[in-house]
């Protein structure tokens, strides 16, 4: 049976690429979209490669891949996209072959991410800003480390209702079929798609997570913008992030005081809180989310603000109660 090729058959429904007319003055908008691939010498080259063949041929595509070959050495680099510089060789082709996007995969191809036309890497929330502008679901889920950006998105005119979910597959996907929602877009480069179609010949509801879904739907976006997807990125409500930082912590007694310490003096503050997922504190123009690791002696910190003022103001208040 070749599974490779069902695959590549039922992935091709969801290709809808457009490429608008030249503009005046704006030499590129007529051609070929240019793609670079990093398949991180995993599995996704050969499904890619079949994908977009017939693309390819017609130039209505044009897609350079690299580290392409399915290799359990991985010569190129890490298989994992997010460790230290393990991106940096995707931003040089992209730069170098003066691509529309770059997109970058791990091993197994669960997780995406993605580099725009200058080179510059995309966050998992502005990657989910992106899906929810091409896909315009009624509803969708975000973990409690997702920010304001796909957190009060409206589209298609209205609000689309969110929901928020603990971090980890396990929970996204269950609360996915409970709810029957269609999209869930996860901080990790995880995004989550629901399967109505499977669920109508009497299957469950079937969620799963694919880094190749979630790449044509955005390239199918980027097909139809007449500006650099860089330039649109740039228009989109700015919020800025310390990145998730993570402090040792002693032992598991530890964890729970300084949580309980962290909570006390953020109740007084008049602060929004959740315990859904550690403990989330939100106020009008910032929030953060303290949550304790599951198989390491660490606290992992995110928070976002809307000024870089603001957000380093807020991390040395949070660093002050000597946490663990």
């Known amino acids: ?98 691509a529309d996007l770059g997109v970058i995969f791990d091993a197994d191809g669960d997780r995406m991410f993605l580099v725009d036309n200058l080179g510059r890497v995309i966050s998992p929330d502005e990657t989910g ?35 928020v979910s603990r971090v980890g597959h396990y929970f996204f996907k269950k609360l996915m079929r409970e709810k029957k929602i269609p999209l869930g877009l996860e901080h990790s480069g995880h995004y989550y798609f629901g399967f109505p179609d499977f669920s109508a010949r009497g299957g469950p509801d079937t969620v799963w997570d694919s880094g190749i879904l979630a790449a044509i739907h955005i390239i199918n976006f980027v097909s139809k913008l007449n500006i650099p997807v860089s330039e649109y990125l740039d228009k989109s409500p700015k919020y800025y ?31 929004k809180i959740s315990k859904l997922d550690g403990l989330t504190a939100e106020f009008p123009d910032h929030w953060f989310n303290i949550r304790a690791s599951n198989t390491e002696p660490l606290l992992r910190i995110n928070i976002e603000a809307k000024n870089k003022k603001l957000l380093n103001q807020e991390l040395k208040r949070i660093k002050r109660f000597k946490i663990g």
């Not at 063949?53 to 017609?58: E, G, Q, S």
């Not at 315009?136 to 796909?150: A, E, R, T």
């Open 1 to 98: 049976m070749d599974y490779a090729g069902l695959y590549v058959k039922y992935l091709k429904r969801f290709l809808r690429l457009l490429r608008p007319p030249p503009q005046r003055g704006k030499q590129a908008q007529g051609k070929p979209l240019k793609i670079v691939f990093d398949c991180s010498n995993g599995t996704t080259g050969k499904v890619l490669k079949e994908l977009f063949r017939k693309l390819i041929v017609n130039c209505q595509l044009s897609i350079v891949f690299i580290n392409d070959k399915p290799d359990g050495h991985f010569p190129g680099h890490g298989p994992n996209p997010l460790a230290p510089g393990a991106i940096s060789q995707l931003q040089k082709a992209v730069l170098k072959h003066h």
């Open 129 to 163: 800003y992106l899906l929810l502008q091409e896909l315009k679901p009624k509803s969708y889920i975000v973990s409690v480390i997702s920010g304001q950006l796909i957190r009060k998105l409206i589209v298609n005119g209205y609000k689309s209702k969110v929901s």
């Open 241 to 271: 992030r310390s990145g998730e930082i993570n402090l040792k912590v002693k032992s598991e007694k530890l964890k729970v005081k300084s949580l309980e310490r962290v909570e006390q003096y953020y109740k007084k503050q008049k602060a």
